[in-house]
C-alpha cells in the first residue's frame, strides 16, 4: 500500500518548561517564532545527513574488546543452554 506524500506548512509542538524557556530567550533576541522552526529543522536535518553509522572495522575492534562470558561449550551446547533458561524463565 503506497503511503500519501503530505506537504507540511505549519507545525504545532508542545513545549516543556526548559524548551520554553529557550524559546523565550530567543525571542527575545529577535528570533520569530517560524525562523526558530525553519533554523531547529535546518539543524537537525544537517545533524542527520552527517551522522554516518559507525564502520564494520570499528564495530568489530569494539566487539573484540568486550568480555566475553560463559561456559565453553556454549556455541556446540547452545540449545541445551537455552532450553533449560526457558525452563527457568517459566517455573519462576
Known sequence: MAEKVHKIERLSARLDINSQEKAMYLIKQGYGPTELV?????????????????????????????????????????KNYYKDKLIEKHTR
Do not use: C, M, R, T
Open 38 to 78: 525553519k533554523e531547529g529543522i535546518d539543524l537537525l536535518y544537517e545533524k542527520a545527513i552527517n551522522s554516518k553509522p559507525p564502520s564494520i572495522p570499528v564495530l568489530l575492534a569494539s566487539l573484540s574488546q568486550s568480555e566475553g562470558k560463559g561456559p565453553k561449550d556454549l556455541s556446540s551446547n547452545h
